[in-house]
């Protein structure tokens, strides 16, 4: 069964705190994608990468960061945690979204304290 | 630029109840279209897509179809049980600068169904 791993379901950090969110695919594809969930405000893209060590910016990359050194991992790093950072998190991984969509984690629900 | 409005929830029904969940869309292209579903405490699943004006996609009950003419995806089941209760999101395809796609997604509707 193809999925998408994201490594933690529920994290706490602290306001200053170096937060890793990592996320893994085993479908070789080679879209993948961060989106933050909020409540009445859907999914907006932080991030996304279409190829390893290549990486381009979403609607809301402020405070974030990613890395993708290999083609079936994809890092969101929070340089310095923020309380308005606390959200759910989902990582998505695509071949193309024109026939067959994204397939997404299961999330990470970030709180920062 | 491109957007996705969908209606307000929750959507609260009775089991075998007749579901509506509206959506339109806003796009300067020919974008596919999607709808998702995230049950509780999970990620989100696709549940049917369109790629065409008039395509309808379908998938455990539930439909949509494309209507380029009203720009709407309406999501439609004809009798809903109680484990179709989960947050549904609509979702169109975009193109990146780049020439790569996206999905610009909907608020998502909350759909509680009851005994």
């Known amino acids: 069964d193809v999925k998408v791993t994201q490594s933690s379901r529920y994290l706490v950090k602290r306001t200053g705190e170096k937060v890793f969110l990592e996320c893994v695919q085993d479908?070789?594809?080679?879209?993948m994608f961060w989106y933050r969930q909020d409540p009445g405000l859907g999914l907006r893209l932080i991030y996304f990468?279409?190829?390893?060590?290549?990486?381009e910016k979403g609607d809301i990359p402020e405070g974030y960061s990613v890395s993708r050194e290999k083609k079936e991992r994809f890092s969101l790093i929070l340089e310095s945690a923020s309380t308005n950072q606390t959200s759910m998190y989902l990582c998505?991984?695509?071949?193309?979204?024109?026939?067959?969509?994204?397939?997404f984690g299961s999330g990470t629900r970030l709180t920062v304290v | 630029g491109d957007s996705v409005t969908q209606m307000e929830g929750p959507v609260t029904l009775s089991e075998e109840a007749f579901l509506t969940i509206n959506c339109t869309y806003t796009a300067t292209g020919y974008p596919s279209l999607f709808w998702y579903v995230q049950y509780p405490g999970e990620g989100l699943q696709l549940l049917l897509k369109a790629t065409k004006a008039d395509d309808k996609g379908s998938n455990k009950g539930f439909e949509a179809t494309y209507r380029k003419e009203t720009t709407s995806f309406h999501l439609e089941k004809g009798s809903v049980q109680v484990s179709d209760s989960a947050v549904y999101f609509c979702?169109?395809?975009?193109?990146?600068?780049?020439?790569?796609?996206?999905?610009?997604f909907g608020a998502g509707t909350r759909l509680a169904v009851h005994p």
């Open positions: 998505a991984s695509s071949a193309t979204t024109e026939t067959y969509g994204y397939t």
């Open positions: 990468s279409y190829d390893v060590k290549m990486k």
């Open positions: 979702a169109l395809s975009d193109m990146f600068s780049g020439g790569y796609n996206k999905l610009i």
């Open positions: 479908m070789d594809h080679e879209n």
